[in-house]
């Protein structure tokens, strides 16, 4: 009613309300919602909420466990993201997260260390991170809201373990809030008939975003296969022309709890020249030769950071993996690359890599391996395989830096590098 007043109407009736009105209307998640953010009707078990960056899904996540707390009487719930930083920078402490939805009369006691959120009226809240799918071993809940299981790095084996411990109350439920990828995971959860799924894209929630957002990214990734993905919230096929193919990489992905010894690990690094938003990122992959001569992708760490930043994480993936070095692409200056990772760390053996042919070329012997079924994902790493199954050599406006940091690593581990298009030398 409000909405359909003209301009100097809806003035009039918003400044006859009084200042405790008002504060009721503020935290009215009903009154502000769009439609796509109520929740649905019927019997379901899972609400899956599939949406473009910036649709407001955690938003939608985050007042939804409000209302199941403050109206429905849930007490026992849990709260899981990809990492235990993201639970707590988004789901909890962010802008759009718990605390700031919840309104100052009943608002949560958030104790960290214990990876609790506890309500007034005794409810409480598990934190968890899906990082560790063994902690879920246990504990149990009558409600649960998992953000972007498509990042998870264990997905079915978190989703799995999660869904063990949804098992409390009349009517035990569950709120998933993500960006899709094309992930047999993802495909499965849409066709139970216990989930129901609805839909939303960037463009949906324009009104609260930046227009800078709008100017800058958006319209960089507007039209594009990403774009089709992040923004509007379509799940993704393989694409045509890209070297790689998605069923490839299902066929021989490995469980990351498998026991497994490697000859040596590898940091393969390519590095950015600046750290700009929208700039490239620094790939970083992390990868291990087995017992088997079969390459073993362990983890990704890629990030749009600065250089003293980025080199941090190389360093930090180098100790956590016992590393036997790093090989990064030098074709941008050897020596600032050389020098940006010994001030972090002096004696970090570095293996230099000048690639001296094109992408494509560099990239065709190892999509042959993993056609043949000798490299395996340790886990799931989505933006990554995102990336090596739309990128379009010649063709995608975007720079494959994933894509370049996991053909350094691999060639290093598998490859002869004297017929490869690369030169390497170790500092």
């Known amino acids: 009613m409000l909405a359909s007043l003209p301009e100097s109407d809806r003035k009039a009736v918003l400044n006859s309300l009084s200042n405790g009105e008002c504060t009721s209307l503020l935290y009215d998640w009903w009154f502000w919602r769009h439609d796509y953010q109520r929740p649905p009707d019927g019997d379901w078990r899972v609400w899956l909420q599939l949406g473009g960056r910036g649709s407001g899904k955690t938003r939608a996540g985050a007042e939804e466990l409000r209302r199941q707390v403050e109206e429905c009487g849930r007490r026992y719930v849990h709260l899981i993201g990809p990492t235990a930083a993201d639970v707590r920078d988004v789901m909890v402490e962010g802008e759009s997260g718990i605390l700031a939805v919840s309104p100052p009369w009943n608002r949560p006691l958030y104790e960290p260390s214990k990876r609790r959120l506890t309500w007034p009226n005794g409810a409480h809240a598990l934190l968890f991170s899906a990082d560790e799918p063994e902690r879920l071993r246990g504990p149990q809940c009558e409600w649960i809201w998992a953000d972007e299981p498509c990042a998870w790095r264990y997905v079915q084996q978190a989703w799995d373990m999660l869904m063990f411990g949804l098992r409390l109350g009349d009517d035990p439920r569950c709120i998933v809030t993500t960006t899709p990828k094309s992930l047999p995971w993802l495909k499965d959860l849409i066709a139970q008939a216990t989930t129901v799924t609805t ?85 970083i992959i992390v990868g291990g030769l087995g017992l088997d001569n079969h390459s073993y992708i362990i983890d990704d760490l890629s990030c749009r950071v600065s250089p003293s930043e980025w080199a941090y994480r190389v360093v930090e993936g180098y100790e956590r993996y016992s590393a036997s070095y790093v090989a990064a692409e030098v074709n941008m200056g050897w020596e600032l690359v050389k020098a940006n990772l010994h001030t972090i760390e002096p004696t970090l053996p570095v293996r230099e890599v000048r690639a001296t042919r094109g992408k494509r070329l560099r990239a065709e012997p190892v999509v042959t391996l993993y056609e043949q079924g000798r490299v395996h994902h340790v886990g799931t790493f989505g933006d990554l395989e995102d990336q090596m199954c739309t990128w379009v050599p010649g063709e995608s406006d975007v720079s494959p830096d994933r894509v370049d940091a996991l053909v350094h690593t691999v060639t290093d581990l598998a490859l002869s590098t004297k017929r490869r298009g690369y030169h390497l030398g170790v500092a």
């Not at 009104?207 to 509007?232: C, H, K, M, T, W």
């Open 199 to 283: 839909r939303s894209t960037t463009y949906d929630n324009r009104a609260n975003l930046a227009p800078a957002f709008f100017d800058d990214i958006v319209a960089r990734y507007e039209g594009s296969q990403l774009g089709r993905q992040e923004l509007l919230a379509h799940i993704l096929e393989d694409i045509e022309d890209a070297l790689w193919q998605r069923a490839w990489i299902e066929k021989n992905r490995v469980n990351h709890g498998d026991a497994r010894e490697y000859k040596r690990i590898v940091v393969g690094v390519d590095p950015a020249g600046t750290h700009k938003p929208g700039s490239a990122e620094t790939g």
